[in-house]
């Protein structure tokens, strides 16, 4: 198959690539500095592209077979719309070159009401500091994603993993509908998790929720890393936002 893959540079993308092309599809991978990219392979086409410019994204979707996105940004305290917004543009370039099938990652955090991720420490004190803190507006943006993605018409899966963080290999993850009581979700599963929606259709139109259970990092490392991470790379405001 021909895949296209945003967010195909970040840390979970870069995984992804790598396991889409070893199981023999043809990858467009898509950053917006394709000088960067690290992977230089056959059936790899690395593509500069800004998921804000609708003619870009519309020229990467052309003639593709699916897309793939793990497209993200860091916390902030400002509006972020990437998710809302690139994702929409993705989803109108496929409407229009007649692409179905849309895996894209979302996050576990977007609905507290689904069930606790972890013990009662996590619950009570981590869970709501992550998500109406530090992460509340990028939660708000991942909400206006899911709305639009569901009312999209296409194929859809909505990956909803937890912290993010790294292993080796593929573990004996755990995939659900909607929601399951996990902390953390490894890169390599929910590359792998994502990889497998291209073969199957059991999620096609779900909330798909992924925990790694097996292995787990250290959660006070994990938090920190995010929250210093909003620093480093903030994402667009609104227009007119005064802040
Ligand atoms: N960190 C966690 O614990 C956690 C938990 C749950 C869910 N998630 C979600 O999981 C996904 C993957 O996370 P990750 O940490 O692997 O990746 P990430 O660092 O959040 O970002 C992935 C990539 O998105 C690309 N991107 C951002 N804005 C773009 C734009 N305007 N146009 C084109 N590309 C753009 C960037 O690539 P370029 O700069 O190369 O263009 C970036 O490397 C994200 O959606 C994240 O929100 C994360």
Redo the contacts with the bound molecule.
């Keep these: 198959m021909k895949i296209a893959i ?8 870069r995984i992804l690539t790598r396991q889409v092309l070893d199981a023999g599809h043809a990858v467009a991978a ?4 394709p000088g ?2 690290p992977l230089d392979a056959p059936g790899l086409t690395v593509v500069g ?5 609708s003619e870009e994204v519309e020229r990467v979707v052309a003639g593709q077979d699916a897309v793939l ?6 916390y902030g305290r400002q509006p972020i719309r ?2 809302s917004e ?1 994702t929409g543009n993705i989803m109108r370039a496929m409407t229009r070159h007649g692409v179905r099938r849309l895996v ?6 977007t609905d507290p009401a689904a069930g606790p991720h972890g013990g009662i420490f996590f619950s009570k004190v981590l869970q709501p500091l992550i998500t109406n803190l530090l992460g509340r507006t ?1 939660y708000e943006d ?1 909400r206006r994603m899911e709305a639009a993605v569901a009312e999209s018409g296409l194929e859809w899966t909505i ?7 790294e292993t080796e290999s593929v573990t004996d993850y755990r995939m659900a509908v909607d929601y399951l009581n996990g902390t953390f ?1 490894s ?1 390599t599963d ?1 590359a792998d998790s994502m990889l497998r929606q291209l073969s199957s259709s059991e999620y096609v139109r779900k909330v798909a929720a992924v925990a790694t259970f097996d292995q787990k990092p250290s959660l006070i490392r ?1 938090i920190a890393r ?1 929250a210093s ?1 909003k620093k480093s ?1 903030p ?2 405001t609104f227009e007119g936002d005064p802040s």
């Design positions: 945003f967010g195909a540079n970040g840390p979970t993308g898509v950053t917006r500095n960067e990219f592209a800004d998921v804000y410019n996105s793990t497209l993200g940004v860091p990437v998710y690139g894209c990652v979302s996050s576990s955090a990028l991942m990956m909803r993993p937890s912290g993010l963080f979700t890169r929910l994990m995010e991470s790379a994402d667009r």
